[in-house]
């Protein structure tokens, strides 16, 4: 049995475990004016590069491109070959140059209640300042930027003022520590680092510069820091290094004539969070990424930038804040919601309060915020008008379908089509989702690739596995915002990704995923956190799933660990609805429900309750850390935790808790 690696998990026995039945078409109404119909799945397949090619022509271009598509070099692809754009150009010059330079551009919220509104024309005045200032510093195209700045305008500032010039930037969560910010600083070679005094986060100003300081220190790249004024809190100061962001840029101009780069220009580095193994440089281009982010955004969320607010919760720091805070939604003219802090400061109703004051009609937010909100009561969202939402979307991990439901009813009102979201930093763009005026959703499937986009579910020699079965996610096509590579090691990116089903040609996310009896896909986590126990792979998702459709259960993380009969032993950690209590006959109880809603062999030999999870910055669960705690090893790397102490609270609770 021990022989067997839980990262080769046999299909068949990954198939249907759960059963969902549920199915929900677009609202009435919805689909007569959706931007996208079903006639674009038609229309891509008969001619994906002559799809892509009418997407791209949503883009301004200085130069048309001369071929769609290059993949005579693959993995490396190149799309748009000739074609020459520039990024900033096109998510905010040409709205203003096409009148409608009084659109608000961003709401920002600040977690103390400050605000601050920012237009399109004001913000192309910030943008080109930023820009006159990166290259007074000396920054040319080609240059790295490190941007280690919290939720703040000036973060999205900074990133179209890289992009304006062509120098690829790397941002940095601010919450990481400095050594990871060192690493990233080290790897890219930034010659600039912006960052800030500090931020606002659980109602107290959280000091940044110390922390940026100790990430530049010894860097040899490293020339200027950049520092943004937020809290106004008294900072470290280098005179030969530091300035402040608001002398540099308030004397320059605001006029920049944006010049237009090759399509294949590095348009930034991404470092992949790490839930494994070390952080990736993921490197994206410039026309092949815009397109993407701008048709998915347009398709997906299906923006009407006249009349929508859209609000996007995640981080910039995240794949997500870059493709759905700044390029989608800005190429696209949108009109969204920034907010700095967190969903329970100064109390847990904040983002409906946020939802309500702005009459946001389009939410993207997280698995894990949405298990959140269920733990905290529906009370609290009933508190406030949301009646504005019209569309509601997940991304980051499986959404469990207990919590789908929640969501559509609780924060949707019953009435918005919820689009669940599937993509990587990798993909640059969303590659598995409904289109919200077309597909009858089933709550927990990400249901098809969209139009342009092909993806199969193969077994372990490649071979596509028939609906009703379980196997490995594959892309099997290239598409316009794939990942260019890793930074500095073409090498890993192949072996990372392109490797195991070298022969087909196949990109492998990664993640394991089962195609349904109508060929719709279900998403089941990554292939490292799939259990083989007693010869069984059973998907750490499907049992997550099973404990969250417990009344009592909010949220549950599952791992295998090492058992000397079973080869691994399923344990799960669990998180109580705020009005539930725990205790002996509930663990019981809850064994029992799972074993009822998949078999007997997901029953958990041991289920811990927790007062919290170990997650990410992006929300992802840190299983790898759980396995440790549970096989009683030292903990693993630990530095992209959201809070390094949840840890100690988890396995202060583990003895008594079984
Ligand atoms: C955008 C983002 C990528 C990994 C991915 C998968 C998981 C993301 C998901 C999902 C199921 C979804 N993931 N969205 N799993 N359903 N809708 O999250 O990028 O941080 O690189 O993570 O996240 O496991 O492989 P990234």
Redesign the pocket.
Known sequence: MNTESPRDPRPETLANLLHEQRRFAPPPGFAERANVTAAAYDQAAADREAFWAEQAGRLDWARRWDRVLDWSGAPFARWFEGGRLNVAYNCVDRHVEQGRGDRVAVHFEGEPGDTRTLTYAQLKEEVCRAANALTELGVRAGDRVAIYLPMIPEAVVAMLACARIGAPHSVVFAAFSPSALRSRIDDAEAKVLITADGYHRRGAPVDLKPNADAGVEGAESIRTVVVVRRTGRPVPWNDERDVWWHELTGRQPTEHTPEAFDAEHPLFILY??GTTGRPKGILHTTGGYLTQVAYTHHAVFDLKPESDVYWCTADVG???GHSYIVYGPLANGATEVLYEGTPDTPHRGRFWEIVEKYRVTILYTAPTAIRMFMKWGEEIPAQFDLSSLRLIG??????NPEAWIWYRQTIGGGNCPVV???????TGAIMISPLPGVSSTKPGS?MRPLPGISAEVVDDAGTPVPNGSGGLLVLDQPWPSMLRGIWGDPDRYRDTYWARFADQGYYF???GAKKDEDGDLW?L??VDDIMLVSGHNISTTEVESALVSHPAVAEAAVIGAQDPTTGQRIVAFVILRADREGGAELVTELQGHVAREIGPIARPKQIYLVPELPKTR?G?IMRRLLQDAAESRALGDTTTLTDATVMERITGSLPGAE
């Open positions: 992949t969070s995240w794949v997500t997940s991304v980051g991990e499986p959404i669940d979201t599937w993509w990587q930093t990798e990400a996310a990664g993640d998403l986590g990554r992006s992802k």
